[in-house]
Every structure is written in structure tokens, then in C-alpha cells.
């Protein structure tokens, strides 16, 4: 089967440092996919792993683990207008769709 | 902009209703999507167009019928919803369907059925 799990809700504070984690179990495992979603407004691609590591974009960074089914996304130097829900999406090998979780509501106190 | 527009933005529709909903490109992609984002759930992949042909159809009822016109539009029509069916209706796009093709999301329809 398949499913995607990451916390329902974070809270951080401005400036600060935030790690959002994803575990996975699917039969077919061909990149994970994180993207922004601002209230009321389209989610917005920020990252794409496919093999181990740290994939790092400027304040953002995702991290994958395929023999662990797990993979984190990294925001440094907090600011409120990061305050949005972070998914996390799976493309899965063998229907090529991309399964997502239920998104993680991170909330940005000054 | 993400390129993928969507209208209406918001829609209240009756059970008994017919509406449609809207998506257009303008990225140049061959594959669009619909998906569904319900509260507190996960995002659900409705519809896959490639190239115009729809190569997916995952289990939605026959109340939900796409049309892919052409590879820049697609529609969603809707006829005789439940209440249930109130949700964020999500189209996207992508250079193909298949693997790392990243996808770009319009910003939805939020639809309320009474």
C-alpha cells in the first residue's frame, strides 16, 4: 500500500530554525516532492529529491533516505511569511501519480 | 503567477445544479490534472490528461466528467453533487506525465454544495 505521514501542525518562532519530517511506505518508490501552500492560494513546487542526501535551495533544504522511507525539509532563518502548510509527495514507480500527505501547518510567531 | 488559472475562484452550487469549472495553461505542458483537497486530508489525484487523452480516472463518480479540448484547457463539469463533494478543486500541469516532471498548481476552486 501506500501512505505518506507528517505532523498535522508546528509552530516556530521568527528567525528560528524548523525541520518538517515525512515518512513514506510505497511499492514503488521514483522521487519525493515538497511543495508551499499559502492559505487560499495555490501549493507552489520547492523541492525534488530522488537519490540520498541534502538537496539545498537557500534557506530551504530537503533531505531523503530511501532505505529509511523518510525525508525532512529544512527552512533556516524562519520568517512569518513561511507561515503556510508544507506537502510532502511521493511519486510513485510504477503509476507514476504522486501521493501526498496531509500537509504540516507551520505557524511563524515574531 | 504559476501560469495555470483557474475560474471560477469561489462557486456555491445547489444538489440539482450543472456547473463547470475552468483550468488553462500557459506553460506550453502536455499533461493536466484535477485533484481534490478536502480538509484535513490528503490531496486526491482525480483526473490525468496526457496529450489531450485522459490516462487516468481514479474511481471518481460519473458526477465529476473532464473534457480536455486541447492540451492548454481543461474543464471539470459537475451535475448533481453532494455536500460532500464541498472541497478546493486543484488543477495542474506538467511537461509530461511520467517521471520527475514537476508540477504547477492553479489556485483552485473552492466549492460549496448546498
Known amino acids: 500500500g501506500q501512505n505518506i505521514d507528517q505532523p498535522t501542525e508546528m509552530t516556530a518562532t521568527e528567525g528560528a530554525i524548523v525541520q518538517i519530517n515525512c515518512t513514506y511506505q510505497t511499492s514503488g518508490f521514483n522521487g519525493l516532492f515538497w511543495y508551499q501552500q499559502h492559505a487560499g492560494e495555490a501549493p507552489t513546487f520547492l523541492s525534488y529529491?530522488?537519490?540520498?542526501g541534502l538537496e539545498e535551495k537557500g534557506r530551504f533544504s530537503s533531505f531523503l533516505s530511501r532505505s529509511k522511507g523518510y525525508s525532512y525539509l529544512l527552512l533556516k532563518e524562519l520568517q512569518m511569511k513561511d507561515s503556510a502548510s508544507y506537502l510532502c509527495?511521493?511519486?510513485?514507480?510504477?503509476?507514476?501519480?504522486?501521493?501526498f500527505g496531509t500537509g504540516t501547518r507551520l505557524q511563524v510567531f515574531p | 503567477e504559476t501560469g495555470v488559472t483557474q475560474t471560477p475562484r469561489h462557486l456555491v452550487m445547489g444538489m440539482t445544479n450543472k456547473k463547470s469549472l475552468k483550468c488553462e495553461q500557459h506553460?506550453?505542458?502536455?499533461?493536466m490534472y484535477w485533484y481534490k483537497q478536502s480538509a484535513k486530508k490528503p490531496l486526491e489525484l482525480m483526473f490525468v490528461y496526457s496529450l489531450e487523452e485522459r490516462v487516468e480516472n481514479n474511481s471518481v463518480p460519473s458526477r465529476f466528467s473532464p473534457e480536455c479540448p486541447n492540451s492548454s484547457h481543461l474543464f471539470l463539469h459537475l451535475h448533481t453533487l453532494q455536500p460532500e463533494d464541498s472541497a478546493l478543486y486543484l488543477c495542474?500541469?506538467?511537461?509530461?506525465?511520467?517521471?520527475?516532471?514537476?508540477?504547477?498548481f492553479g489556485p483552485g476552486t473552492r466549492l460549496t454544495v448546498l
Open positions: 529529491n530522488v537519490l540520498d
Open positions: 495542474a500541469s506538467s511537461e509530461g506525465s511520467g517521471e520527475y516532471n514537476e508540477q504547477f
Open positions: 509527495a511521493v511519486r510513485d514507480r510504477n503509476t507514476d501519480k504522486l501521493i
Open positions: 506553460l506550453g505542458h502536455n499533461a
